[in-house]
């Protein structure tokens, strides 16, 4: 059963910044990336996995952040740093921290289990109610099968997050270090694992952010990549680079061409409706009430990116 939907956070770009480098954090804050996250897990050595814990909550907290989500990713639940990731980070960050990232969730209970965490630590310090959202990686061939059923699993839930690199290892997937396939492939060579997890993240009311692309200097690639999964559905993609943030907020969002259409499509539906008609033609195409909805869908995402460029206040 799909759960009802609610406002969509906008999530064109999620810029990676490793939490160990605090030389990084003032540019990552002045970015145009819609989320910014601090990276306990990969991008840290095994020898700073816990001073980086202070480092994060100076950058989460020293820092202005403007319209910018602040975000951690914790270390897997199958490590001895994710509990006190937990706990430290939001304790000492408190308000200045909006979402973690949970990496490596295989089955529901993954995530059951850190927001459970969070509902006590939330209660103990005072902060509000489900205040601290989540996003989680499915990167993992049991994660891949258990998508719709993580997808419902807690009401902090916001995104589901491609992560091809892991899920390449635990499937098997000959790729290079840029998730490539080695040799000849037809097509998308994610095509299945991005589909599933874009309808499971549809079904509990979320949206679908794509894998990294490592190889900032390739632009091109990049940008072909968002657009593969931009059309299926994909609300964003991460960036490990800053300048892959400008290529995502724009291959993420409508066309001017789209929008007006859209309004196009719009005026023209209400004008026939107002005579009694429930279809009309426009450019040689039917526009009727399922074109009304994505014409509709298109203008909201334009005006929240909109909203979000140009802030009240």
Known sequence: ???LPRPVPLRRSELATPASSEKMFAKAAASNADLVFLDLED?????????????AIRGLTEFDWGHTTRAVRINGLDTHWCHDDIIEVVSGARECLDTIIVPKVRTARDVWWVGTLLDQLETKLGLPENGIR????IEDAAALANAEEIAVSSPRLDALIFGAGDYSISTGARVNPNFEPYGDYPGDFWHYARVKIQVAARIGGLIAIDAPYPNYRNP????????????IGFSGKWAIHPSQIDIANEVFAPTEEEVTHARRALEAFRAAEAQGMG???LDGALVDSAHVKMSEATLSRAAQIEAANHPSG
């Open 134 to 137: 989540l996003e989680v990686l």
């Open 279 to 281: 279809a009309v033609g």
């Open 1 to 3: 059963m799909s759960v």
């Open 43 to 55: 991008a840290v050595a095994v020898s700073q996995k816990e001073p980086s814990r202070a480092k």
């Open 220 to 231: 091109e690639g990049y940008a072909k990549e968002s657009r593969w999964a931009s059309a």
